[in-house]
């Protein structure tokens, strides 16, 4: 077998067998780049509610808190409580938590659940244990692979020698000019 058909039977075997991780990878990290605009591993559904809740400090235990829990909207089973600051109690209940201005009555109960796909998709992209390291290894040195193998797939004036040249450095010099920007 010559070098040029072994260089596309290996880009070709090789990419087919990345393409899944590929996609899996581009789409956590598309989401993950956009942490700050949303949360790419929990939905986090907010309600505000009013209630006639008169309660101190002083006189909160377990049970006031269970009994304080009934007169809000639904049904949630209490975990535990604390008064993170002045008259704002927090509650923490299965799936989330409500926080109610002692004062004034108003609430919010916030429920959390995880994004589908995108929480298992971002489980792996962070890393989650010594052996996806090597896998995740691995999958680097296919997409290195890949790469130099297609970098000589294509011959003549679209090739590494000419356009494919131009190209490939633009895609080395625009990483480098973000980094000395930025």
């Known amino acids: 077998m010559n070098i040029s058909r072994f260089n596309r039977v290996t ?46 400090r002083e006189n909160l235990n377990k049970d006031t808190a269970e009994e304080l829990l009934k007169k809000v909207p639904g049904s949630h089973e209490l975990k535990t409580y604390y008064f993170p600051a002045g008259n704002v109690l927090t509650l923490f209940i299965e799936g989330g938590s409500v926080r109610i201005n002692t004062k004034t009555g108003q ?38 692979t890949v790469t130099i193998t297609g970098l000589f797939l294509v ?19 625009l990483p480098l000019l973000f980094l000395f920007i930025y």
Request: aromatic share 14%.
């Open 11 to 56: 880009h070709r075997d090789v990419g087919y067998l990345i393409a899944g991780l590929t996609i899996i990878y581009a789409v956590s990290g598309i989401a993950l780049n956009h942490k700050n605009d949303w949360n790419p591993n929990y939905i986090i559904e907010s309600t505000t509610f009013q209630t006639d809740i008169n309660i101190s």
């Open 107 to 144: 609430g919010t109960i916030e429920k959390i659940s995880k994004r589908p796909l995108f929480y298992e998709l971002n489980f792996l992209h962070y890393n989650p244990g010594k052996w996806w390291k090597y896998f995740s290894d691995i999958f680097c040195i296919a997409l290195i």
């Open 155 to 173: 011959k003549g004036r679209n090739g590494i020698t000419r356009r494919g040249a131009i190209l490939t450095a633009t895609g080395i010099i």
